[in-house]
């Protein structure tokens, strides 16, 4: 099957930016302390599930897995960019990393107690939405969790340089609401939902940021028959 022109360019953009990618990340989140409880909160629940590991879609250079797995995750990352792989991979040897794409993942059905895409959803032209969410959906357990974090808003910014490299890059800044309708017709319920002012760095080219917190409905209890009333 041909691949899409958009996944092509994510990935050529990433491959070229992924070493100054990673060495702009902000240790522990500590400019995004709000988002930080929302990967608490998700750690949390995933835990208390126990179905199973946590992917980390669009992992980029392995913080966000790294820090699940300390707060007591089995997670695991997967990015369609191979050159941030590698740096995941040198940054993190202790933890997996795997080369692959959201819209097809090779991962068995309903094999995850988690799902997590910090700021990776970005890059999917909006109307392509329901594919990505249809695979969160397929490969987590029922109960499983998915955290989305992403720009508020909606418009398209095509950025030609980044990290000091030359690029071609589709950005989107998607609204709260469209992403839980999507959600929603995907079969995820919506938990909570939490929206950020842009705080001083992000000011004044970005806008509000987002984190969406939703899960597969567990099956239905299965019937007792022969309960005595
Ligand atoms: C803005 S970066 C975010 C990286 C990391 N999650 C973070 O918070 O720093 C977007 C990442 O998503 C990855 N990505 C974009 N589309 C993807 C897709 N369809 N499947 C897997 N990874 C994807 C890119 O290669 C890139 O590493």
């Not at 969410?133 to 955290?147: N, T």
């Not at 939902?193 to 001083?200: A, G, V």
Request: some cysteine.
């Amino acid at each position: 099957m041909t691949e899409p022109t958009y996944l092509h360019a994510t990935r050529l953009a990433y491959d070229t930016v992924a070493e100054d990618y990673a060495k702009l990340v902000p240790p522990m989140f500590e400019d995004d302390l709000y988002g930080r409880a929302m990967i608490s909160t998700f750690a949390e629940l995933t835990r208390a599930l126990g179905a199973g590991p946590v992917a980390d879609l669009g992992c980029g250079p392995g913080h966000v897995t790294a820090h699940l797995q300390a707060l007591g995750v089995t997670a695991f990352g997967i990015d369609l960019s191979p050159e941030t792989v590698a740096v995941a991979r040198r940054r993190h040897p202790e933890l997996r990393f795997d080369e692959g794409s959201m819209t097809d993942l090779d991962l068995a059905d309903g094999s995850l107690g988690g799902v997590i895409a910090w700021y990776s959803i970005v890059h999917t032209p909006p109307e392509l939405l329901p594919v990505v969410f249809a695979e969160f959906h397929r490969v987590l357990a029922p109960g499983g969790h998915l955290l989305i974090a992403f720009k508020a808003g909606d418009r398209l910014r095509h950025v030609e340089n980044a990290y000091g490299h030359e690029l071609s890059l589709d950005v989107y800044w998607i609204s709260p609401d469209r992403i839980a309708e999507l959600l929603s017709q995907t079969g995820l319920m919506v938990d909570a939902r939490l929206i950020r002012e842009p705080n001083e760095q992000e000011r004044p080219r970005q806008g509000q940021q987002a984190y969406l917190l939703a899960r597969k409905p567990a099956r239905p209890e299965p019937k007792i028959a022969n309960t005595i009333v």
